[in-house]
């Protein structure tokens, strides 16, 4: 089944661009034909998969979003390593401005990238969504239908998860579906911290959200490094040679932990123990 994901947390700092590209990169290694689109103003992905210089190009995403008569989507696709990437651009806080002032801004996205796209170029879009509630991040859960939340092993990002549900995700389920397909503890790197968000997640409503990989039942087991996307210096290294972590370091022990992130989104839901 085609789907759109947004990948998003109303908090920076959180690796939501790493697991955007890892995730499309391992939605394309099992062999699916997939989009990614950068929404972040900051552009973190376009840069993450090599395409810094069309950060500044004169054609865009903004255009095909805020232009009637304007390019398609086509236009502004880039090609990237086994997947295709929509790059983001320095005028998307203008077009941030023009979705917020236009009575259906919000659904530009959905109806100008993803109808277009989904189920006929491509099975997959992963979106890269700006780490904020505004129009934008909205415009991406509205468009998408999906979402992976991925959280630090802190307090902050725990509470921006919270706010991100009680102000954004609830809204926009009273007038269309959003589903939360995984929630994804990332960048862990073993404290007691990391362990009470855990044990607290699996005691949560969002319990039925967390991968097997994320349990906590993996800080006892003597095969398991911990719980969680674990801290890697190479996801790092690897964004700055513009290349997903399958590419650079082909022998990550984390890339089983994407893959299986990748089968969530294929399945449209975590699958039962």
């Known amino acids: 089944m085609a789907r759109a994901v947004s990948v998003s947390l109303q908090k920076g700092g959180v690796g939501k661009t790493t697991i955007a590209i890892n995730l499309a990169e391992r939605l394309a290694a099992r062999g699916n034909d997939v989009l990614l689109v950068d929404l972040d103003q900051q552009g973190n992905a376009t840069e993450g998969v090599g395409l810094l210089e069309a950060y500044d190009a004169d054609v865009h995403i903004g255009d095909v979003l805020t232009e009637e008569d304007g390019p398609e989507p086509a236009d502004v696709v880039r090609e990237a390593h086994n997947f295709d990437v929509i790059p983001s651009n320095a005028n998307l806080d203008d077009v941030e401005d023009k979705i917020r002032n236009s009575t259906f801004g919000v659904l530009w996205f959905q109806r100008r990238v993803v109808d277009p796209l989904l189920g006929d170029a491509y099975d997959y879009i992963v979106v890269d969504s700006p780490p904020n509630l505004g129009p934008l991040s909205d415009a991406a859960l509205i468009g998408t239908g999906n979402v992976v939340i991925p959280l630090l092993g802190s307090e902050q990002s725990v509470s921006g998860f919270e706010r991100m549900v009680k102000y954004q995700i609830m809204p926009i389920r009273n007038e269309v579906d959003l589903d939360i397909l995984a929630i994804v503890p990332n960048k862990f790197s073993g404290d007691n911290e990391e362990k009470r968000i855990i044990l607290h997640l699996e005691d949560s409503p969002f319990a039925a959200d967390l991968p097997q990989f994320a349990r906590s039942e993996h800080f006892d087991r003597p095969d398991s490094?911990?719980?969680?996307?674990?801290?890697?210096?190479?996801?790092?290294?690897?964004?700055?040679?513009?290349?997903?972590?399958?590419?650079?370091?082909?022998?990550?022990?984390?890339?089983?932990?994407?893959?299986?992130?990748?089968?969530?989104?294929?399945?449209?839901?975590?699958?039962?123990?």
Do not use: T, Y
């Open 225 to 273: 490094p911990g719980p969680g996307i674990r801290d890697r210096v190479a996801f790092r290294r690897a964004w700055r040679q513009g290349m997903p972590l399958a590419q650079f370091d082909p022998e990550n022990d984390m890339l089983d932990r994407l893959d299986e992130l990748a089968a969530i989104v294929e399945r449209g839901e975590v699958a039962d123990d």
